[in-house]
């Protein structure tokens, strides 16, 4: 049988486990956001201002395709 100190360490573990999860979870979760934010914005960007960001329309295209999660 598990002592009281053993469970409350374990206890103790699983939370922290949790608690770093959540975080680089919502940590994730924020930079896909960004990205998306950040893709919606250069997708509306008349093309004579890539220039300006030091990109390429090649870039840019390449950028526009690529997945949420990349």
């Known amino acids: 049988m598990i002592e009281y100190n053993q469970r409350v360490t374990i206890l103790n573990n699983v939370s922290i486990n949790f608690v ?3 975080q ?3 940590a994730k979760i924020e ?3 960004q990205k998306q934010k950040t893709r919606k914005e250069l ?3 008349p093309e004579h201002l890539y220039q300006d960001i030091s990109l390429t329309k090649n870039q840019v295209e390449q950028e526009l395709k690529k997945f949420f999660w990349k």
């Open 31 to 33: 930079l896909i956001h």
């Open 20 to 22: 770093a999860y959540y």
């Open 43 to 45: 997708e509306g960007l």
């Open 24 to 26: 680089k979870l919502k």
